[in-house]
């Protein structure tokens, strides 16, 4: 979610970009309730800094924009739950197997493009 400001963000933009239903019990999606004292402020707007903290949600400020961007709920609080990227398999342009597992250690861009 990018917010221009962190004030007078209403119950109803949160839920809309979020899924997170802001009531006097807590932070709610569906069925799951998690306690956010201060999260919902008495003018009906949502204190995000309570909000991210209490649903483990990243929040980040760009300077540079003013933007803020708020990152979705976690258990722990980061947007990976692990850093290990997965290990597939390709072939390169002389037709032989190769893994990214080989480039351990050294920096990897990839680039994926698709037709459709």
Known sequence: MILQ???HVSTTEVADRTGWTAKPEGMCRGEICVPAPGALRDNGTVDINVMANRLGMPL???D???VWALGPATATGRALSTAAAADPE???RNGHPFRLSSLRGRKVL???WSSY
Do not use: C, R, S
């Open 5 to 7: 400001t962190l004030e």
């Open 110 to 112: 990839l680039v994926a």
């Open 60 to 62: 980040l400020h760009d």
């Open 64 to 66: 540079n924009t003013g």
């Open 90 to 92: 390709f072939i390169d």
